[in-house]
């Protein structure tokens, strides 16, 4: 059991180095050296049922989602539900986490041209693996996987990765078709799986829309929910 976490975990923390290196190779900037009607902003709110915590972001660039990261210069600011947003010198972003599972808020951010932006979020749509069904992967057979909660809807994608104890084996899968209710991994997927009990099945859903209040350089609100993983699923040849 420990090796099996130990290596999910090892899976995970090489995506965020990756997705973190990509960040931190951008050209850092500070707010007050841009157009303000120049500054592309992101919002992010994330809850992960496997840590319980709710992650909100906040990451402004100069000009669109390619651009430069920015600092914001005070008394520029930017909020969430009335708390501040602290820096990541990092990862060039704003954060704060939450210990409980926080559905909606409200971003507030103001420029240094005292232009206030508000955007509601709102978690509306959770997932789930279903109850049953999952305990064993036969590698010779289809996997199919239906969701628990409401099928896809505009603006969203639901994705799942499937692993086991096999250094590359990792298989995505993912649906933006609106009306899905399941995923399938065919054979082929399945057949870079190792044998044994150390199967595991992440799963996310993302909603991402670029309706946002914001300069005329536009913006992302990016919305996640990450249900509890499976693990220790047996998979047999």
């Given at each position: 059991m420990y090796s099996k976490l130990l290596k999910t975990m090892k899976k995970i923390f090489l995506l965020s180095a990756i997705s973190l290196a990509i960040l931190t190779s951008c050209t850092k900037e500070t707010s007050d050296n841009v157009n303000q009607d120049k500054i592309w902003t992101?919002?992010?709110l994330i809850y992960n049922d496997n840590t319980h915590i709710t992650s909100v972001k906040a990451i402004f660039k100069f000009s669109n989602a390619l651009g430069t990261l920015l600092e914001l210069k005070s008394p520029a600011y930017v909020l969430f539900n009335s708390d501040t947003l602290n820096y990541n010198p990092v990862g060039?972003?704003?954060e704060k986490e939450y210990t409980t599972f926080v559905n909606s808020g409200t971003f507030k951010y103001?420029?240094?041209d005292n232009n206030v932006f508000t955007n509601s979020v709102v978690l509306a749509d959770t997932i789930g693996f279903p109850t049953s069904g999952l305990d064993t992967i036969v590698k010779s057979v289809p996997l199919q996987i239906t969701w628990l909660g409401s099928?896809?809807?505009?603006?969203?994608?639901?994705?799942?990765w499937v692993n086991s104890n096999v250094t590359g084996d990792s298989r995505l899968k993912s649906t933006s078709t609106i009306g899905n209710t399941s995923l399938i991994f065919g054979t082929n997927d399945l057949a870079q799986l190792g044998v044994g009990p150390y199967g595991t099945i992440l799963m996310e859903r993302l909603y991402s829309s670029d309706q946002v209040n914001g300069t005329s350089a536009g913006g992302v609100i990016n919305l996640k929910y990450i249900p509890k993983n499976r693990t220790s699923i047996?998979?047999?040849p």
């Open positions: 992101e919002y992010q060039g972003w704003y103001k420029d240094l099928p896809v809807k505009a603006k969203e994608t639901i994705s799942a047996v998979v047999i």
